[in-house]
């Protein structure tokens, strides 16, 4: 079973880049301390590389954390537009110095 997205799903991208090792607790930890935001909500979050080569995406689909991740091999994820307007509401909060190591 894949997990859904409804119409009231919010998607948060987080800003600056993380460790790409990090799993479910660490994605959960992120999400909770330096987003302010319910891991367990049912919204999408989003995390990337510093490259933004890697994506990774963590859910609650009411039974479960799902994390998924995307390597792309044409360069990076286009996020274009995504920072600047993120940055004025509550979503853009920073994640922190968890910038990626591998």
Not at 12 to 21: F, G, K, Q, S, T
Not at 24 to 40: A, I, K, N, T, Y
Not at 85 to 100: F, K, L, P, T, W
Request: some cysteine; overall charge positive; hydrophobic content about 40%.
């Amino acid at each position: 079973m894949l997990f859904r997205l409804g119409l009231a799903t919010k998607i948060y991208i987080a800003v600056e880049a993380i460790d790409m090792r990090k799993g479910f607790e660490g994605l959960h930890g992120l999400v909770r301390d330096h987003l302010g935001q319910d891991p367990l909500s049912g919204h999408l979050f989003l995390f990337t590389n510093k490259t933004k080569t890697r994506l990774k995406a963590l859910v609650w689909d009411g039974s479960g954390l799902w994390v998924c991740a995307k390597t792309s091999r044409k360069g990076p994820f286009s996020l274009a537009g995504i920072g600047q307007s993120a940055q004025h509401n509550d979503a853009d909060r920073r994640v922190g110095d968890a910038g990626e190591r591998a």
